[in-house]
């Protein structure tokens, strides 16, 4: 990954920061930290044990080699506080799949949670019954508002997003009025929107004009991908192996020729023009030395993954590096 992107390529104006934490067989949980440019690229994997100083280190690292304009991550605070340290001049975006995770999950807590007052006996099954039809009123109420704050994220409506959203606020705010048990929900959700609203605006800008991301799942979402490996992780036991397993996977998703969505026929290496003299090879392949056996110049007993080579490879370049 080091080699990689030391290799000419187009400049990169954003960097998608992302933690993923896929099961292993020496860690129960490994923290793999990733981060991302908006061709898809993926520039840096790196297992993490200690988060409060390697954390830092990778950050810089990734700041002071890239230097994009706009860093994007969740609303994790750690984040915000580095970035401002480690570069103050970078613009912080947020991701906006995040916000709606966020929103959703603070409206289904609200409704669950929702107080019914009875007066009189009622048996207990009736009781239960109340507040089953109350819970469904509410969310009957609700979700229409919740789509139309969640119509003002999506890329299609950047011109207008944040007038579906401040609009949406308001359709709450009288709802919450109907509905006193919706209070907090609404304060909580207006608190978070005033937070952020001017920075995505701006992110709907640059989507609109530049067609930078908003959300890591524009490139695709770079999570379920590692996850998609953690059975084959559990053969390696310690951390350098399993991140260079990673790499590989990273080194492999960037090479992969996309078959749909809005990069279909193209990688992420030949969206970020990508020279490869460097890397020895123009696919992943040859890049890791198994073109022969994908030539088919090696017995067909040896087709099989060979994730010694792989990780002997990866060592090497971090050492040529």
């Not at 990954?1 to 290799?7: A, R």
């Not at 280190?57 to 304009?69: D, G, Y």
């Amino acid at each position: 990954m080091i080699l990689l992107n030391s290799c000419v390529q187009k400049k990169a104006e954003m960097v998608i920061f992302d933690e993923t934490f896929p099961r292993t067989k020496e860690f129960s949980t490994l923290h793999l930290a990733v981060a991302i440019d908006e061709f898809g690229l993926i520039r840096i994997v790196k297992a993490i044990t200690n988060r409060k100083k390697e954390l830092f280190q990778l950050l810089e690292t990734v700041l002071s080699s890239i230097k994009p304009a706009f860093f994007m991550s969740d609303y994790d605070k750690t984040y915000a506080g580095l970035v401002r340290e480690l570069a103050p001049e970078i613009i912080h975006c947020k991701d906006f799949f995040h916000a709606s995770q966020t929103i959703c999950r603070d409206a289904r807590t609200a409704i669950n949670r929702t107080p019914v007052k009875i007066c009189g006996k009622l048996t207990k099954g009736k009781k239960k019954e109340i507040k089953r039809l109350k819970k469904r009123l509410l969310r009957k109420r609700l979700c229409p508002i919740l789509k139309r704050i969640f119509r003002g994220f999506s890329g299609e409506n950047a011109q207008l997003g944040a007038i579906y959203i401040e609009g949406g606020l308001e359709e709450l705010k009288e709802l919450a009025e109907q509905f006193p048990s919706l209070q907090t929900f609404y304060k909580k959700t207006s608190k978070f929107v005033h937070k952020y609203i001017e920075v995505w605006a701006l992110q709907m800008e640059l989507h609109f004009k530049k067609g930078l991301p908003a959300t890591s799942n524009d490139i695709e979402a770079k999570n379920s991908l590692f996850k998609v490996f953690r059975n084959n992780s559990k053969c390696f036991e310690t951390k350098a192996n399993t991140e260079a397993f990673f790499s590989a996977v990273a080194l492999l998703e960037n090479f992969s020729i996309k078959t749909r969505g809005k990069h279909k026929g193209s990688s992420a290496v030949m969206r970020a023009g990508v020279e490869l003299e460097k890397l020895g090879g123009k696919d992943f392949f040859e890049v890791i030395g198994l073109e022969e056996i994908v030539l088919g110049k090696k017995a067909k007993s040896s087709l099989k993954p060979d994730f010694q080579t792989i990780n002997k490879y990866i060592d090497r370049i971090e050492q040529a590096a």
